[in-house]
């Protein structure tokens, strides 16, 4: 597996839990993870039978390169069999290229995973554009894709000509919906209403839309606060925005979080402006924590009923994002009963843990035998 997420070194972090789980299914998993030297990792083993490998990279651009090289070196030295192996990479990008690369040596079956839209017209920027070109390489190439929701699907399957199969991200509705609440945000911030987002200050969040939705909605209803919780690097550009808008105070920059149990069960409505998503987790959270929803059709939120589910709302809109707050905030009827449809829609929707790793299991054994063994 070919992964760029460091918190798989983080003892007792949901993803490296995560990869023990994966490594139950399999008889091995070598994990080759895109780092920098300043990250300081080192090669672990994280179970019995799951060692990561760090590529300790002098530079960025190099992690990709480190990776396939020392990818080639553990299937050559495990001795990996054609037929009963595979390699799975967590993107179709940087990721993707270095599985390319050792499967081009080998000859072993890829499977690559997508929890985005990299095709989206707004999946955009210089580095995003060299991660299209990338990536349309690494999916005709690919044996099989896993992707997050049926809408990714369809235009995923346009591209390749391998098997696209749907494998929702998984998530513990037990997990969410009992969590202790420690907190009022009402309380906290001294709003009537809380609007929550939850998302990386990342400009294809779009969180300016929903800043501007504020400003219009604080004109008929002025105790409505933003509560955004997430971190990244758009934040002093919002902050700069909430200035000039005069909202200082009644939007509120949480930065990101562990928990989120008193930020989704005490807000009164939630809000998702993005461009474009995979899949859509933290709506998901929202619902299950049974929070009314405002969105773009991105993602999961592509499959929900407009005005029966969640508001749906066009990109950029902060005038329609505006209008459906005030619709909620004037009706409470409404409000109820959009959030009791759109839990029992998310709901639906879910696959139990074991459910969820049977399929994942499933793919990578279909996925090994696309290559025979004797070939």
């Known amino acids: 597996m070919i992964s760029s997420d460091r918190d798989i070194l983080s003892q007792g972090s949901a993803v490296s839990e995560r990869m023990k789980e994966y490594g139950a299914l399999v008889k091995e998993l070598h994990i080759v993870l895109l780092s920098d030297s300043s990250h300081r990792l080192r090669e672990t083993q994280l179970d019995k039978n799951v060692w990561v490998y760090p590529t300790n990279s002098l530079l960025k651009f190099f992690r990709p390169l480190n990776a396939a090289g020392i990818g080639k070196k553990i299937v050559l030295q495990k001795a990996f069999v054609r037929g009963r192996s595979v390699i799975s990479a967590q993107d179709p990008f940087e990721c993707g290229w270095a599985a390319l690369k050792i499967k081009e ?23 995003n554009r060299i991660r299209k070109l990338l990536a349309r390489r690494v999916l005709r190439s690919a044996d099989s894709v896993r992707v997050v929701s049926e809408e990714l699907r369809i235009q995923i399957s346009q591209l390749t000509s391998a098997s ?37 200050l990342s400009p294809e969040k779009d969180l300016a839309t929903a800043i501007r939705a504020l400003s219009i909605v604080r004109q008929t209803f002025p105790d409505t606060g933003l509560l955004i919780v997430g971190s990244g690097k758009e934040e002093r550009k919002l902050r700069s925005l909430t200035k ?18 008193s930020f989704y069960g005490t807000s009164n409505l939630f809000i998702q402006t993005s461009f474009f998503e995979g899949y859509g987790m933290a709506l998901v959270e929202a619902a299950l924590s049974g929070l009314p929803v405002i969105t773009t059709p991105v993602g999961i939120a592509s499959e929900l009923q407009d005005s029966l589910e969640a508001i749906i709302v066009p990109f950029g809109r902060a005038d329609l994002f505006a209008s459906g707050i005030l619709d909620l905030l004037e009706h409470n009827q409404m409000r109820e009963s959009m959030r009791f449809n759109l839990k029992r829609a998310i709901e639906s929707k879910l696959i139990s843990k074991e459910e969820y790793l049977e399929k994942m299991k499933a793919n990578w054994e279909l996925t090994a035998k696309s290559v025979p063994i004797n070939k």
């Open 105 to 127: 040596k080998w000859r072993l079956p890829l499977e690559v995973q997508l929890h985005t839209n990299p095709f989206s017209r707004n999946f955009s920027g210089f580095q």
């Open 164 to 200: 696209v199969g749907v494998l929702p991200i998984y998530i513990d509705k037990n997990k969410i919906v009992s969590n202790k609440i420690s907190f009022d945000v009402h309380a906290r911030y001294g709003w009537r209403f809380a609007i929550l987002a939850v998302a990386r």
């Open 244 to 261: 000039k808008l005069s909202l200082d105070g009644y939007v509120e920059f949480a930065g990101w979080q562990e928990n989120l149990a």
